[in-house]
């Protein structure tokens, strides 16, 4: 495999390894959405919303307006606005799990409905490359290398992070199977005392009724 091809490859995986999700989805008055994320610890993530306007060149009435509130799975707060028509987030992520990035629509009589953009990126994507290189004065040349570099290190995250969850479901398979085997004895012990305690009871019946 050549040079050029190995690193085509490494940038593939990269691209593989992050995520960037831009969606478009609809909020009606009084309900909440929420859209969740899997994100490794020490991953930077990135995120920005804003709702759209249904009717250009007009201001977005105060209906429109939303609360938005990014927590992890332990209930830790990452961002939180209210009232709002447009926000974003940064952070880099303290533990490894599911975030969730829920909007809120206040009530409102009659109910309304409206469309909310948002566009959330982890991991190697959460990069803005092109400040980098205007921050750093790189090169075409340098600006690759950086991101092969990023890539690179996010494979070798990745792998190890993997490494982790096969030890954790062999961990898990090991405790299950000597669960049931325990579960297994403890079926055959009771299907033997039930059948003692049957014969027991036919011989003491029939010795009563003196057929033997």
Same mark, same amino acid.
């Given at each position: 495999?050549?040079? !050029? /091809?190995?690193?085509?490859?490494?940038l593939?995986?990269?691209?593989?390894?992050? &995520?960037?999700?831009?969606?478009?989805?609809e909020?009606? !008055?009084?309900?909440?959405? +929420?859209? =969740? %994320?899997?994100?490794k /610890?020490n991953?930077?993530t *990135?995120?920005?919303? !804003?709702?759209?306007?249904?009717?250009?060149?007009?201001?977005?009435?105060?209906?429109h307006?939303?609360?938005v509130?990014v927590t !992890?799975?332990?209930?830790?707060s990452?961002?939180?606005?209210?009232?709002? &028509?447009?926000?974003?987030?940064?952070?880099?992520?303290?533990?490894?799990?599911?975030?969730?990035? +829920?909007?809120? =629509?206040?009530?409102h009589?009659?109910?309304?409905?409206?469309?909310?953009?948002?566009?959330?990126?982890?991991?190697?994507a959460?990069?803005?490359?092109?400040?980098?290189a205007?921050k750093?004065?790189?090169d *075409?040349? %340098?600006?690759e290398?950086?991101?092969?570099?990023d &890539?690179?290190?996010?494979?070798?995250?990745?792998?190890f992070?993997?490494r982790?969850?096969?030890? %954790?479901?062999? %961990?898990?398979?090991?405790?299950?199977?000597?669960r049931?085997?325990?579960?297994?004895?403890?079926?055959l012990?009771? +299907? #033997?005392?039930? =059948?003692?305690l049957? #014969?027991?009871?036919l011989k003491?019946?029939?010795?009563?009724?003196? #057929?033997?």
């Amino acid at each position: 495999m050549t040079q !050029s /091809s190995l690193l085509s490859l490494l940038l593939i995986l990269g691209i593989l390894l992050s &995520t960037s999700e831009a969606l478009q989805f609809e909020l009606q !008055s009084g309900h909440t959405k +929420c859209i =969740a %994320e899997d994100i490794k /610890s020490n991953s930077m993530t *990135v995120g920005k919303y !804003s709702v759209v306007n249904p009717s250009e060149g007009h201001p977005l009435p105060d209906t429109h307006k939303i609360t938005v509130r990014v927590t !992890s799975q332990y209930g830790n707060s990452y961002h939180h606005a209210e009232h709002v &028509t447009t926000g974003q987030f940064a952070f880099v992520a303290a533990e490894a799990g599911d975030y969730m990035a +829920c909007f809120f =629509a206040p009530d409102h009589n009659p109910q309304i409905t409206f469309s909310v953009d948002f566009d959330w990126k982890t991991g190697v994507a959460a990069k803005d490359w092109s400040n980098v290189a205007k921050k750093g004065s790189v090169d *075409v040349m %340098e600006l690759e290398l950086k991101k092969l570099y990023d &890539t690179v290190t996010s494979i070798h995250e990745e792998m190890f992070y993997l490494r982790e969850r096969e030890e %954790e479901m062999q %961990e898990l398979n090991k405790t299950t199977n000597s669960r049931m085997a325990w579960l297994g004895f403890l079926s055959l012990f009771v +299907c #033997l005392s039930v =059948a003692g305690l049957q #014969l027991w009871h036919l011989k003491t019946f029939f010795e009563k009724k003196k #057929l033997i």
